[in-house]
């Protein structure tokens, strides 16, 4: 029997890297996969590819920014789709400006990255829970090696902040909705090769050299390294999991 027969799953910003590699593995496992991004024609691309796959899924546009656009795709997944039972929350964004760099980047990344990985993730949280505590839920969240520091790859602190307010959203949420049965987790990636650090890694070859050198794997991950971790936390594998982080960091975090 695969691990997530009979679920319903909503994977956000899942037209490209991580989600996608997640969205596919979640298909893979007997889910419906509710694949949303931004961008419609990427979200397309992804349920396309699982259809051609033989799995289940459906794709729509939503922008995690807005609050009432995730209150009504909520409502429109729930009448088209069914009762969602795992949410991963999934969608990014990264800047590089320090808090010393030009006043208008350091403000227009914060209030940007915020919007999406802090705000988007409460506004999507906040839309699907009366699914997720109906059907005893299982939320994913995506944190980062900068749920617990800060990277000078070069990185804006409002994305160091974002990913400690993730894992501290996890840990609020987990120990709120244990009691419906709802166990929510976060996955921590290390340096994972998709367009978020493309420009980083063709710019700037020796920090990612220097980042290996901390990374007991000695290689960067690929999208499909978070499928496991991402597969386990959903399933009934981690029933007794809840308000962890599961770092997928080739070891970062223990050097
Ligand atoms: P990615 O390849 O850029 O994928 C992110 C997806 O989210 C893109 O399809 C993007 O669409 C979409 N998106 C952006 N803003 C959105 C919004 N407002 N609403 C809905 N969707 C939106 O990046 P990734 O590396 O897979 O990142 C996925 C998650 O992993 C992020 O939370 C990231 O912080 C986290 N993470 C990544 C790494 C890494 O090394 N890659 C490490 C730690 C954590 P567009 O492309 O159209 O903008």
Redesign the pocket.
């Known amino acids: 029997m695969p691990l997530l027969a009979n679920h319903i799953a909503v994977v956000?910003?899942?037209?490209?890297?991580?989600?996608r590699a997640i969205a596919a593995g979640y298909a893979r496992e007997g889910a419906r996969v509710v694949v949303?991004?931004?961008?419609m024609d990427?979200a397309a691309e992804t349920a396309q590819q699982i259809l051609n796959a033989g799995g289940k899924a459906e794709s729509f546009a939503?922008?995690?920014?807005k609050r009432n656009d995730c209150v009504a795709m909520a409502k429109q997944v729930a009448d088209r789709v069914g009762a969602v039972s795992i949410l991963v929350n999934?969608?990014?964004?990264?800047g590089r400006n320090g808090m010393t760099g030009a006043d208008d980047a350091v403000i227009r990344d914060w209030e940007n990255i915020i919007a999406?990985?802090l705000n988007?993730v409460f506004n999507v949280t906040h839309a699907f829970l009366p699914a997720l505590r109906a059907n005893k839920g299982r939320i994913v969240n995506?944190?980062?090696?900068?749920s617990f520091l800060h990277l000078r790859t070069p990185s804006s602190p409002a994305y160091t902040a974002s990913?400690h307010g993730v894992l501290g959203f996890t840990r609020a949420l987990a120990a709120e909705l244990g009691k419906d049965g709802v166990r929510v987790n976060a996955i921590?990636?290390?340096?994972?090769?998709?367009?978020?650090?493309e420009k980083v890694r063709a710019s700037n070859p020796e920090l990612v050299k220097t980042f290996l050198s901390h990374t007991p794997l000695g290689r960067t991950?690929k999208?499909e390294d978070l499928v496991g971790p991402a597969i386990f936390l959903a399933s009934d594998l981690a029933g007794y999991v809840t308000g962890a982080i599961l770092m997928a960091d080739g070891g970062y975090l223990t050097v």
Do not use: M, R, Y
């Open positions: 956000t910003g899942a037209g490209a890297g991580i989600g949303l991004d931004i961008n990427a939503l922008d995690v920014t999934n969608a990014g964004i990264v999406v990985n988007g995506i944190g980062s090696i900068q990913k921590g990636p290390g340096f994972i090769e998709t367009a978020i650090n991950g999208p």
